[in-house]
Nanobody
Framework: QVQLVESGGGLVQAGGSLRLSCTAS????????MGWFRRAPGKERESVAS????????DYADFVKGRFTISRDNAKSTVYLQMNSLKPEDTAVYYC?????????????????WGQGTQVTVSS
């Protein structure tokens, strides 16, 4: 059974940083892409970042380019999201998800398992 558990969320002031972690179990982590997504209050879930199975290719939504970095440690079955220069509009529940394939993608339809999410709140 695939399980994804996020951690690292919290309350931070604008301009601050947070590092999210997502630890996976129940599948061969190193065979699949991983992604981070978020849902802000009253909004649809949106894609944030994705990383290929090996970690050598990444992709980002335009609104986080240059501020967020996705990475993974296959030995620890963990994917990370380093978030810098946070803005109040980054406030959301952040979810990690397991890709159906090895290639990175921001298409949410290409993910089949999701974590329960971790809250990130950025105060102005």
């Amino acid at each position: 059974q695939v399980q994804l558990v996020e951690s690292g969320g919290g309350l931070v002031q604008a301009g601050g940083s947070l590092r999210l972690s997502c630890t996976a179990s129940g599948h061969t982590f190193s065979n699949y892409a991983m992604g981070w997504f978020r849902r802000a209050p009253g909004k649809e879930r949106e894609s944030v970042a994705s990383i290929s199975y090996s970690g050598d290719r990444t992709d980002y939504a335009d609104f986080v380019k240059g501020r967020f970095t996705i990475s993974r440690d296959n030995a620890k079955s963990t994917v990370y999201l380093q978030m810098n220069s946070l803005k109040p509009e980054d406030t959301a529940v952040y979810y990690c998800a397991k890709g159906k394939l090895y290639a990175r993608t921001l298409n949410q339809n290409n993910y089949d398992y999701w974590g329960q999410g971790t809250q990130v709140t950025v105060s102005s």
